[in-house]
């Protein structure tokens, strides 16, 4: 009787998972399908929880007190802007669970493995283990402990070639004998070392895709996990988790017009770009009040968000100066790349804890045609998704990228700290040109004067 519920539970879990997945397509129906998703695991674990095989409940008991306590502690105290940070740690630390089961699944049951269940506990432990490294550098990427720029020498990818080779021929070699556990121990430490450099050589401009990769290759241990121990709502959970990470990062590419190669061995940004239409160039500097008028006297104004408003934590001000122009009768809108911030969404998920509705949230192709007829848009921290130069320059590293096209706007404003580059290292000429005015200073404190400014024009 336990064992038919254990099973009607994992199929209810599963269920729900791809509900909770299918949810996902649309912002509407995004916090439906999370709390479908987080229903759907409460059910798993319940389920495995009634599993014959545990003896003891002391230990999972512990972990269940330690790690509620550790994901509340950062789920108050991490800020929204610190998202694709705390996304990163959590997939080292699932991915670590990962290899952590295969590791034991080894060491207790090795002398009964068959050439099938050596093979999906050494890609578990494999994936898992290069999951976990790649994760932890990635996070320092995200949270500046390590250089946004990629870190590279040469020969990397020779080096890193010649690890992958390695590791296979380990595996192989456990494959023929299941007991050879020192083959097992020196696989882990290859496919750490080797998580770190695959990304370190990735720049913070690529980080959406590195985290959607970085995903998959979680949700591809956790189902070698499910094969390794014989659990159907991993098996299932781990498949759907790895092919929408993998699917989502070719999504990824694609808005930025780049290869996957390109993004995990390119280097881009490695070294700084400049455009011909930016040289001899200058940035024209624009006040509060300028910008305030002209807001407040506009018949639309579409703000551009990017990884700026997530530094600045603007994004609850920018709400705020939207509803105040939308008293004065003016029609706001939101443009949203796809790969604006440092996550797939980020900026989507930003604007929805500020309670923007989604009805002013405009994809790419849904508002580009609809930038001549702005009077101002406001550009809040973005660089490569508004640069000119991906639509008309052939020679730019990013050309072919499609593009939020904000220059044809009748006036542009981009919030910004200083005259730096972005992330990619490429010069903007959006910065340069005659309709372009450059507000300095920090956005959150730059949109606050704004509110004033509208409410007294």
């Known amino acids: ?67 509620s306590i550790i994901g509340g502690t950062m789920s108050y105290w991490v800020p929204m802007t610190a998202l694709p940070q705390r996304a990163a740690l959590s997939l080292a630390f699932g991915a670590l669970a990962a290899s952590l089961v295969g590791i034991a699944e080894h060491h207790s049951h090795h002398e009964h493995f068959d050439a099938f269940k050596m093979i999906v506990v050494g890609f578990e432990v494999l994936l898992g283990s290069l999951t976990t490294t790649g994760s932890l550098i990635a996070a320092g990427k995200l949270q500046d402990l390590l250089p946004g720029t990629p870190l590279t020498f040469k020969g990397q990818k020779m080096v890193n070639l010649s690890l992958l080779v390695v590791m296979l021929l380990l595996l192989v070699r456990l494959v023929l004998d299941p007991s050879q556990t020192w083959a097992l121990a020196l696989m882990v430490v290859l496919a750490w070392t080797f998580g770190v450099m695959l990304v370190l050589p990735i720049g913070s401009a690529d980080m959406p895709v590195v985290m959607a990769l970085l995903n998959s290759y979680a949700g591809l241990a956790a189902s070698a996990t499910g094969f390794a121990i014989s659990n159907n709502v991993l098996i299932i959970a781990g498949t759907l988790d790895g092919f929408s990470g993998f699917i989502l990062s070719v999504a990824m590419c694609k808005a930025m017009n780049r290869s996957m190669g390109n993004v995990l061995f390119g280097a881009f940004g490695s070294a700084s770009q400049s455009s011909a239409a930016a040289e001899g160039g200058v940035m024209r500097e624009v006040h509060i009040e300028d910008v305030a008028m002209q807001m407040a006297y506009a018949r639309q104004v579409v703000f551009v968000p990017g990884y700026g408003m997530a530094t ?60 001549p007829n702005t009077d101002v848009s406001v550009v809040i921290g973005a660089n490569d998704v508004v640069n000119p130069d991906a639509r008309d320059n052939p020679q730019s590293p990013i050309a072919g990228m499609p593009i939020l096209e904000v220059d044809r706007s009748k006036n542009v404003v981009v919030l910004k700290r200083g005259k730096g580059k972005g992330f990619s290292g490429i010069e903007n000429p959006l910065f340069f040109k005659p309709n372009t005015g450059m507000l300095y200073g920090d956005a959150k404190d730059s949109l606050s004067k704004l509110v004033h400014g509208v409410k007294d024009a």
């Not at 199929?11 to 759907?40: N, Q, V, W």
């Not at 008293?327 to 706001?332: A, D, L, Q």
């Not at 969404?345 to 609809?370: K, R, T, W």
């Open 312 to 371: 600045a934590q603007a994004q609850h001000v920018v709400r705020e100066l939207a509803d105040v122009l939308e008293e004065r009768g003016v029609t706001v809108k939101f443009a949203i790349h796809p790969v604006a911030g440092r996550m797939p969404g980020h900026m989507n998920v930003l604007l929805a804890e500020a309670n923007v509705p989604y009805s002013q949230l405009y994809e790419l192709e849904q508002i580009n045609s609809d930038f």
């Open 1 to 67: 009787m336990t064992h038919i519920f254990i099973e009607i539970s994992y199929l209810l879990a599963s269920l729900l998972f791809i509900y909770g997945l299918r949810c996902m397509t649309h912002p509407d129906s995004a916090r439906r399908g999370m709390k479908m998703a987080e229903l759907g695991m409460l059910i798993a674990i319940v389920g495995t929880l009634l599993h014959h095989e545990i003896i003891s409940y002391q230990w999972i008991a512990a972990g269940i007190i330690i790690g």
